[in-house]
């Protein structure tokens, strides 16, 4: 049962390009949820998709935006980067039913702005 | 809104000593309770969760941790370190709304077990 995968695992991109990361959730899971962690700090919730709907946000700019899938993978995008965006971003999955709630995470994706 | 502290960013223990790494959250209603880990360059993993029921609760590579209602904590413990147990330690909450809603984290917690 693979879990959660996320690609690419490095990434290096410039100030103002724009970025595109990937998640696909674990096996049977429909949700996928978000976060930002940037070095020696805790993880900060950016949002969550289920039904292909963001159903939850954080306190992140609209430059982050977010897609999800008929088959329930996700990709976060951010425009226009900006130096304090390097980060590992670390992909969440779980599943939205009767006292669901442990979520499940993927190795993330380490993005250096430069 | 939910915010969790946990005291202590950097915690050392010799192999073979209690591991305590402390954690106290504030929340409006009493939220679900997480314990995660996390290896160099690498995601985090669940190590235990409390939701409903007894107060210790029991995860995995023997670490524990009690629900205290009363002093809003969540402490991690293992009696016996290990030097595999050197990590980064997570303490988190999420909002009881019957869906894995978001987690806040703390700033987390760097164990060090020496020799």
């Known amino acids: 049962d693979a879990g959660v995968t996320q690609s690419p695992t490095h990434l290096i991109k410039t100030r103002g390009q724009q970025v595109t990361l990937r998640c696909s959730p674990k096996s049977g899971h429909d949700t996928v949820s978000w976060y930002q962690q940037a070095l020696g700090q805790g993880p900060q919730f950016i949002f969550q998709y289920y039904e292909e709907e963001e159903r939850q946000r954080g306190n992140f700019p609209d430059r982050f935006s977010g897609h999800q899938f008929p088959n329930y993978s996700s990709e976060l995008n951010v425009n226009a980067l900006l130096l304090g965006d390097s980060a590992l971003y670390l992909c969440?999955?779980?599943?939205?039913?009767?006292?669901?709630?442990?979520?499940?995470f993927g190795p993330g994706t380490r993005l250096t702005v430069t | 809104a939910q915010s969790v502290t946990q005291l202590g960013s950097h915690v050392s223990v010799s192999e073979g000593a209690l591991v305590l790494l402390r954690c106290n959250y504030s929340s409006s209603v009493p939220p679900y309770l997480f314990w995660y880990v996390q290896y160099p360059n690498q995601g985090l993993q669940l190590l235990l969760k409390y939701t409903t029921g007894a107060t210790l609760v029991k995860g995995i590579n023997g670490f524990e941790a009690e629900f205290k209602k009363s002093e809003t904590s969540f402490h991690l413990t293992k009696p016996s370190a290990h030097m595999s147990d050197a990590a980064e330690y997570f303490c988190?909450?999420?909002?009881?709304?019957?869906?894995?809603?978001?987690?806040?984290f703390g700033t987390g917690t760097r164990l060090q077990v020496t020799l």
């Open positions: 988190a909450v999420q909002l009881r709304t019957g869906t894995a809603s978001k987690l806040t």
């Open positions: 969440a999955s779980s599943f939205t039913g009767t006292g669901a709630y442990e979520q499940y």
